[in-house]
Every structure is written in structure tokens, then in C-alpha cells.
């Protein structure tokens, strides 16, 4: 096999990568190659298969909506899809509004974007806005604006806006420093919030891409807390995070916080179609309501509340509000599984949270670059399971389908890969 001559694949080094699997159909947790090997998806394609490959009722769903309206520009128009998942998933979240887009970092523009312009139209100058160490939001240039400096932000540096930097106090199984390390945090906090902010963005309780960081709910909550007693808004970016990955529906609900904008996609619609929304309070609505054009949120995309994906969407909210066991009890499976593998001596910093299991392997630096995620994913590979880790940092994000079996078979491959590893 060969890299295809017209194809660029994404945060992929081809001059030392090898050449992508041959995926022919996939169904429930596996993925069947075009040489007939079957591996477990181990991380959810990417984290957006949320119930399975080709979950039936979704596809069904999908297929029923094709037949009656695949899309319509939402400028000048609405449909019953659309107005559906807005009422539901305003129910769920406690926020009244919401903004469609087509991914996260689209989501995240767009929260970021309200914020700003809502301060705009209150007619009051709000300049800082305050993220977290380590956070990644996305790769526009908004969202890498609020995200860590980074490899994959260097070249832009000179085109992103500056952001005020808080410690992001993440913790693990046995962390006995996690305590005074959070209030270092919150004293850092408060002392920016006396420059008047607009929006303070989070990953509430866990930072996935710079490595399944967990913090504990008690933070967030204060966090939240001194964010909107200042007065500025709380954005939180649950795109990786919603849907019941950290065992609650969203893990703003799981901290005991409510946030003013909210950006979701990944599992919005189980995995099977490109969708983000953000949803806003209804006073940041009001916000923008008036005669005066100037007032108006100028900002769309072509495919806005696509109905197919608002089908798919419905249709995974059904699966979640049906069946909630799946990701509420999803962690006590994990975490017997995950002690046993943290007793290898390779194995450090082991953490859980819902449906996420993690650990770091003791290998060198830390870091994106360490060369010993490429190892284990090659390893893992070779007896039928497929990871990605993030550099050192190893992780299982499977989807909620996943048996006990393949859930056993994820960890008995990783132990075995871990014994292999130079």
C-alpha cells in the first residue's frame, strides 16, 4: 500500500508515518480493514462514535430525513429538526439558545464571538478574556488563540490574540499535592479577574488533547464561582466532554456549575454527521435584539441546522435519555481494569472520569513528541485494538456499545503492549 497521491490527512507527518489502514465498514466497537482484520476502536474515532459504528436508529433516522429535507438555508427559513433538538437540548443544559455550526472549533468561534460582541452591545469595554494552561479549544485561529501555545499554534503566533493564563491544577489517582496546587490556581485567578473580563473558557473537569487532565469537580465550582461574581461570562467548551462522557450528561452538571455559552459537537450526533452548536443563555440573546443593525450576530455557515444532522442528533439524545446506565455506570468498569494495569511498572499518574480511562507512561519527557504513544500504538495494533495516545499520555475513550470482553481485551493488549515497549 501507498499513500494516496491526492489525499492530506490530518496532524499527520508523512515523510515518518505509515502509510493509513484500508478501513472497508465498520460496526458496534470494531472497525473491519480492507485486509478482513477487525480492530477495536478504542477511542471512538477520534471521540465522536458515541454509541457505535452504524448504530441502527441513527441511520434509520438519518435515512427517514433524507427523504423529506437534506437542507435548506436557515437564514430565512426553519424546520421542525431544527426547532426539536433547540427545544431539547435546552431542557438538558439550562441554556434557551442555540447557535448552529459544523464543528468544534466552529462552536467555539462562536461563543467567543458572542461573548465579545454582547459586552460590545452593553456598550462596556471588556478587553481580557482568561483561559487555562494546557487548554485546547480548537484549531481556528480563535479557538487556538485561547488554547496552549504550542507546536501546533508556532507558526501563527504573530495572527493569535493575547489571553490571560491561569494554572490548570490537574490531579490524578494518589495526588497528594492536588489541594494547595488548586489554590494557588484560584488566588492566580482572582488577582485577573481585577482587569475587567469578558469570558473566562474552560474544558470543565477534564483537558483532553493536551492529555486527559482531570480536575476535581470542587474546582471548577470555584472557578465558576469567582468567574461570575466578577461578572464576566463562563464558557464551557464541552465538545469533547458532552454527551456523557464524563458519566453525567454534560460535565458542567457532573461540577454543579452553569456556564452562559456552552459549545458541543464530537457525540452531538453519535459520530455520524459534522455538526456543532453553542448554546447561549436568553439574557445573552436579548443581547442582541434592537433596531440598530449593528446589534445583530453577523456570523453563519452554510450548512446551519442541516436537518440531517439534527436527525442524528435527535436520535442519539433518544439512545442517551433511553438507556443512561451506559454512561453512568460506565466508570466501575473502567477503574478495576485500570488499578490492575496501574500496577506495571511503566504505568504512572493513573486517572478515570466516566467513560475516560488515562495514564502516562514513564518514558522520558512528557510531551506530545515522546516518541512511546507511536510504539504502544503499534503494539496495540498488532493485537487488534486501536489507540492514539497523546504522546506519553495513553488513554481509552471507547463507545458506550463496548463489551465487557472488548473492554478486557483493550487492557490485556495495553498490559502486553506495555511489556514489549524498549
Known amino acids: 500500500m501507498s499513500w494516496h497521491p491526492h489525499l492530506w490527512h490530518p496532524t499527520t507527518q508523512v515523510a515518518t508515518s505509515p502509510v493509513p489502514l484500508q478501513v472497508r465498514r465498520a460496526r458496534g466497537c470494531e472497525l473491519e480493514l480492507a485486509d478482513g482484520r477487525r480492530l477495536i476502536d478504542a477511542i471512538s474515532s477520534w471521540w465522536v462514535t458515541l454509541h457505535g459504528h452504524a448504530e441502527p436508529s441513527i441511520a434509520a433516522s438519518i435515512a427517514r430525513q433524507a427523504q423529506q429535507l437534506e437542507q435548506v438555508?436557515?437564514?430565512?427559513?426553519?424546520?421542525?429538526?431544527?426547532?426539536?433538538?433547540?427545544?431539547?437540548?435546552?431542557?438538558?443544559?439550562?441554556?434557551?439558545?442555540?447557535?448552529?455550526?459544523?464543528?468544534?472549533?466552529?462552536?467555539?468561534?462562536?461563543?467567543?464571538?458572542?461573548?465579545?460582541?454582547?459586552?460590545?452591545?452593553?456598550?462596556?469595554?471588556?478587553?481580557?478574556?482568561?483561559?487555562?494552561?494546557?487548554?485546547y479549544h480548537g484549531d481556528t485561529f480563535g479557538a487556538m488563540a485561547v488554547g496552549e501555545r504550542s507546536l501546533f499554534t508556532a507558526p501563527y503566533e504573530p495572527l493569535l490574540f493575547e489571553v490571560c493564563r491561569i494554572a490548570w491544577p490537574h490531579t490524578s489517582w494518589g495526588d497528594a499535592t492536588v489541594e494547595a496546587?488548586?489554590?494557588?490556581?484560584?488566588?492566580?485567578?482572582?488577582?485577573?479577574?481585577?482587569?475587567?473580563?469578558?469570558?473566562?473558557?474552560?474544558?470543565?473537569?477534564?483537558?483532553?488533547?493536551?492529555?486527559?487532565?482531570l480536575v476535581r469537580p470542587a474546582y471548577v465550582r470555584a472557578v465558576a464561582e469567582r468567574v461570575q461574581a466578577s461578572g464576566a461570562l463562563l464558557i464551557a467548551d464541552e465538545v469533547m466532554t458532552g454527551f456523557g462522557r464524563t458519566g453525567a450528561l454534560f460535565a458542567c452538571q457532573k461540577a454543579g456549575v452553569q456556564p452562559d455559552l456552552m459549545a458541543l459537537s464530537k457525540g452531538l450526533t453519535g459520530g455520524f454527521l459534522p455538526m456543532g452548536v453553542t448554546m447561549a443563555s436568553e439574557r445573552l440573546?436579548?443581547?442582541?435584539?434592537?433596531?440598530?443593525?449593528?446589534?445583530?450576530?453577523?456570523?453563519?455557515?452554510?450548512?446551519t441546522a442541516n436537518p440531517l444532522g439534527c436527525a442524528a442528533a435527535l436520535a442519539s439524545l433518544d439512545l442517551l435519555q433511553n438507556q443512561p446506565e451506559r454512561y453512568q455506570q460506565f466508570e466501575p468498569r473502567h477503574s478495576p481494569l485500570l488499578e490492575v494495569l496501574a500496577q506495571h511498572p511503566r504505568v504512572v499518574r493513573p486517572r478515570c472520569l466516566g467513560t475516560i480511562a488515562a495514564f502516562d507512561v514513564k518514558a522520558g519527557d512528557d510531551g506530545y513528541l515522546n516518541p512511546v504513544g507511536k510504539q504502544l500504538q503499534r503494539l496495540c495494533l498488532e493485537m487488534g485494538v486501536y489507540l492514539r495516545p497523546l504522546g506519553n499520555t495513553v488513554y481509552l475513550l471507547p463507545p458506550l456499545c463496548i463489551s465487557d470482553e472488548q473492554l478486557q481485551r483493550c487492557y490485556d493488549a495495553l498490559n502486553r503492549a506495555l511489556d514489549q515497549l524498549a
Do not use: C
Open 285 to 303: 440573546y436579548q443581547g442582541f435584539i434592537g433596531n440598530k443593525a449593528e446589534l445583530t450576530f453577523f456570523h453563519g455557515h452554510s450548512f
Open 181 to 213: 496546587r488548586e489554590q494557588q490556581a484560584l488566588s492566580q485567578l482572582e488577582q485577573a479577574l481585577r482587569t475587567p473580563t469578558a469570558a473566562v473558557i474552560l474544558e470543565p473537569l477534564l483537558q483532553g488533547a493536551s492529555g486527559m487532565r
Open 73 to 135: 438555508i436557515f437564514a430565512n427559513f426553519s424546520h421542525q429538526p431544527a426547532e426539536q433538538l433547540a427545544t431539547r437540548l435546552s431542557a438538558l443544559t439550562g441554556l434557551q439558545r442555540l447557535f448552529f455550526s459544523d464543528n468544534g472549533s466552529t462552536a467555539i468561534e462562536v461563543a467567543l464571538k458572542i461573548a465579545w460582541q454582547w459586552w460590545t452591545n452593553q456598550g462596556q469595554s471588556r478587553q481580557q478574556l482568561i483561559a487555562f494552561d494546557g487548554a
